[in-house]
């Protein structure tokens, strides 16, 4: 990686904790400039507009997330494990160490584009989050594959499901500063596997 490269890399890196925290509207080039003690026309150099900023901001915390949770969660075994990597790898993501000054990125960014119109920086996010969705069922189809989970389970519905576990945590560990957060989140993942093997009862 030539300098160039590692300044941008190191440039996306603190933009990244930026929007973790204030949003993507506290990011500025200006800003970047400021704390990473570069010129605001070096800065300009590498992105050219705020929306090019924010997209390669967006797909940094893409990366970031693949890197920390995505890949090493898929080491785990097949089904079950790897459902529980990915589960305990997203709550340090969202507040522990794995985690940005501001916890999840995309929890933040989705807040605050849920109504914004349709453009680059948007789609960006969409994408991302229909990706961390298809992630969840794929793992879980897994987990029916190998005999963890009923054959009639709804891999769609347990993302769903999961996906609501890490909104809820998210809200309670950073807006309510809910010392048991972590462990309510913990309960109602262990009460949704409960459920996929268990038969329901009418």
């Not at 989705?110 to 229909?130: K, T, Y």
Request: glycine fraction near 8%; charge should be negative.
């Amino acid at each position: 990686m030539g300098k160039g490269e590692e300044t941008r890399a190191a440039v996306l890196d603190e933009a990244a904790r930026v929007v973790s925290a204030s949003g993507l509207s506290g990011l500025t080039i200006g800003l970047l400039a400021d704390r990473m003690q570069l010129s605001k026309s070096g800065l300009f150099a590498h992105f050219r507009s705020k929306e090019q900023l924010q997209v390669a901001v967006v797909e940094r915390a893409v990366e970031l997330y693949a890197e920390r949770v995505i890949r090493p969660a898929l080491k785990a075994p097949r089904g079950e494990p790897r459902l529980r990597a990915l589960f305990d790898r997203k709550l340090r993501w969202d507040d522990g160490d794995l985690a940005l000054p501001g916890g999840c990125f995309f929890a933040s960014v989705s807040a605050e584009l849920d109504d914004a119109p349709a453009g680059p920086v948007r789609d960006l996010v969409v994408s991302a989050e229909r990706d961390h969705g298809e992630l969840l069922a794929n793992v879980f189809r897994t987990g029916i594959t190998e005999g963890h989970f009923r054959e009639d389970a709804d891999p769609e519905q347990y993302a769903y499901d999961i996906k609501g576990v890490l909104l809820a945590y998210h809200h309670a560990s950073r807006l309510l500063a809910d010392p048991k957060a972590e462990d309510r989140a913990r309960a109602a993942f262990e009460a949704l596997l409960r459920a996929a093997r268990s038969d329901v009862v009418e």
